[in-house]
């Protein structure tokens, strides 16, 4: 089989455009699933979680003190030489209930014991003072957890305090990925022929799920052969709620994946309206998503970043997150292709307390040294250029405070 003259092919979003595309795309079905408090951080919650019980159920002490009856005081500090323990006052140490006739605490600070005798320092200023009533910790029936909110590891304990044993979450969406190609052995061999390339975006996928909260199961390397594709992808759609695939550009002798979805399933998005990754696409088989996604590591690497980072987060319910940006001034000339923007993959520092960038080639580097000093992007739109010393926006993959002092 021949190569095929390559033609421009449906909608080639830009990189936020088809962040959109896929979220209105996607039909999720979702699963849920109840886990008790020990594995309910960083989960999302699939309803709101109420108070099944009411905290504090007593007044109780908010610092450590003494518990007095205000009423005492309404002419001022009085004489308390022969106050008793269990009778005028009693100790109240912070969370411990003040019971009646006691309604005030005065800070421990602002008392003495000289030979045994009490002396109040400060006079309180309100009934009350010090005490949290009934409710004031946890109101009954509160919402403890809202639907669909990110339990954070304080909110496991309120959820405790609240009489809460477990909750019900979103599930983890299961991914299947697919990596196809003859040129293909992998990582986990020790030895290969000269003639193939390692398969290790599994591996890098596998880094990308657990960061995103999803269950990835890796298909063996399947051949360059349509009916073998087509096998693979049938068994993906029966376990996975996503599929990756390394789709191909639909040139090569063998590029087989998009053809196939577009005959067997539905093919949305050939191919994108922005570099690196731009082979990336999307499809639909057996009605599971299925994206597609470059073979070189670095195309491969900004589709799961970007595109199957904004699944994840809309699958929980969560806002499409931005990175940081900062203004730079960029030390390069560079002129984006006219056919598609260019997500440019940039060193950022500081220098003279100013931020600059400096552009970084994947071709031109090995990997290795690309993922050591690449910490941010630049978007740069189709058929415009940069320019020594332009003052451009770029988004920051690393915290900023990681690229003070950097050259």
């Not at 390692?198 to 063996?220: G, V």
């Not at 440019?344 to 931020?355: A, E, G, P, R, S």
């Not at 003052?391 to 990681?402: M, S």
Request: some cysteine.
């Amino acid at each position: 089989m021949a190569y095929r003259e390559y033609v421009e092919k449906g909608y080639m979003p830009s990189r936020e455009m088809m962040k959109k595309f896929l979220i209105e795309q996607i039909d999720f079905k979702r699963n849920f699933e109840v886990v008790d408090l020990y594995n309910a951080v960083d989960k999302v919650s699939a309803e709101d979680v109420k108070a099944k019980v009411v905290l504090p159920k007593l007044p109780v002490s908010k610092m450590d003190g003494i518990g007095v009856c205000f009423a005492d005081f309404k002419d001022g500090i009085p004489d308390t030489e022969n106050w008793q323990e269990g009778k005028e006052y009693i100790f109240a140490n912070t969370g411990c209930v003040v019971p009646e006739p006691y309604d005030t605490v005065i800070l421990i600070e602002d008392v003495r014991f000289i030979d045994g005798k009490l002396k109040i320092l400060a006079k309180p200023e309100t009934k009350g003072q010090l005490i949290d009533p009934p409710g004031s910790l946890i109101g009954k029936d509160e919402v403890l957890v809202n639907k669909y909110e990110k339990i954070t590891a304080p909110q496991v304990g309120l959820l405790a305090s609240g009489g809460i044993k477990e909750v019900k979450v979103i599930a983890r969406p299961k991914i299947a990925f697919i990596p196809t190609g003859d040129e293909l052995v992998s990582w986990q061999s020790e030895d290969y022929p000269v003639d193939k390339n390692i398969e290790s975006n599994s591996m890098m996928l596998s880094a990308f799920c657990k960061q995103y909260q999803a269950d990835l199961t890796i298909f063996p390397i399947i051949p360059d052969d349509k009916e073998k594709i087509k096998e693979a992808l049938t068994k993906a759609s029966e376990i996975a709620d996503i599929i990756l695939i390394n789709a191909g550009s639909s040139k090569g002798t063998k590029d087989f994946t998009l053809d196939l979805l577009e005959t067997e399933g539905e093919v949305l998005v050939y191919e994108l309206g922005c570099r690196p990754g731009k082979h990336s696409s999307f499809s639909k088989f057996n009605q599971k998503p299925v994206l597609g996604i470059a073979g070189p590591p670095n195309g491969a690497e900004l589709a799961m970043r970007f595109y199957l980072k904004a699944i994840m987060q809309a699958y929980y319910h969560q806002k499409l997150s931005s990175l940081e940006t900062v203004n730079v001034t960029v030390d390069f000339d560079f002129t984006a292709p006219k056919n598609a923007d260019f997500c440019l993959q940039v060193h950022i520092f500081k220098q003279d307390d100013k931020y600059h960038a400096q552009i970084i080639n994947p071709k031109g580097v090995t990997r290795a040294t690309l993922l050591q000093k690449y910490n941010g992007f630049i978007y740069q739109l189709k058929g415009t250029s940069l320019n020594v010393g332009d003052e451009v926006t770029a988004e920051l993959i690393v915290e900023r405070k990681e690229i003070e002092n950097q050259n």
